[in-house]
């Protein structure tokens, strides 16, 4: 089963801060995130373990936890670059990675 | 470095004909999987492989086929095609398993009329 991620879409102004949410209702053993630019592949941002761990990568950080099967992707001070659409990954039993049906993000000038 | 590597970018079938998706990586990875994207939508997982010689169904594996002869190759077939298979395929790997990042190839966009 899919993940479910909220919002579906979102508008921001450069520089102002977005939350996006990844939910599962099975057991996770990772999450993943990536970012789709139109009509290109997929790009990896992070991969979050169990463990609860959170991670950050300049702007850009994310939380997992394990015991809500939530993971939520932190954009904070956003670019026009952030502009895109967004996918979790779920990892459940099995090796499958499963993807939400991802939120799309434009940053405005 | 090629990474993973799709053909044919585009293909027009029409309903009923057979093709086969190309997907080839050159970095020794393990695992591969095949999603298919619908306008607007998320992925959705068709197939994956583990290794060579193994390969198990994802969500949506109805009406295609795979193999996984080599550790460089994972073809997609499309036995029969039909205007509902419509999408944009793409195929992926990573190193060990999906608890990886994973390496996405630049897509096929196929059109079933």
């Known amino acids: 089963q899919q993940p479910v991620q909220s919002p579906q879409a979102v508008i921001l102004r450069e520089g102002e801060d977005a939350v996006i949410n990844c939910s599962s209702s099975k057991a996770l053993y990772s999450v993943h995130w990536y970012r789709q630019k139109h009509g290109e592949a997929p790009v990896f941002l992070m991969i979050l373990l169990k463990g609860g761990e959170q991670k950050g990568h300049d702007k850009i950080s994310a939380s997992f936890n394990e015991k809500k099967q939530q993971s939520s992707l932190y954009l904070t001070a956003s670019q026009l670059s952030y502009s895109g659409t967004y996918f979790c990954g779920t990892e459940t039993a099995g090796n499958m990675l499963t993807f939400g049906g991802g939120t799309r993000l434009m940053v405005k000038p | 470095n090629a990474g993973v590597t799709q053909t044919p970018k585009f293909q027009v079938l029409k309903t009923g004909q057979s093709m086969t998706l190309q997907c080839a990586q050159d970095?020794?990875?393990?695992?591969m999987s095949w999603y298919r994207q619908d306008p607007g939508m998320g992925l959705r997982l068709i197939h994956y492989s583990v290794g060579a010689g193994i390969t198990d169904q994802g969500e949506v594996p109805n009406g295609y086929n795979v193999s996984r002869s080599t550790t460089e190759d994972f073809p997609l077939r499309l036995l029969s095609a039909a205007p509902s298979q419509t999408s944009v395929y793409f195929c992926?790997?990573?190193?060990?398993?999906?608890?990886?990042?994973?390496?996405f190839g630049d897509g096929t966009r196929l059109s079933i009329l």
């Open positions: 970095m020794n990875h393990e695992y």
């Open positions: 992926a790997s990573s190193p060990t398993d999906s608890n990886q990042p994973q390496h």
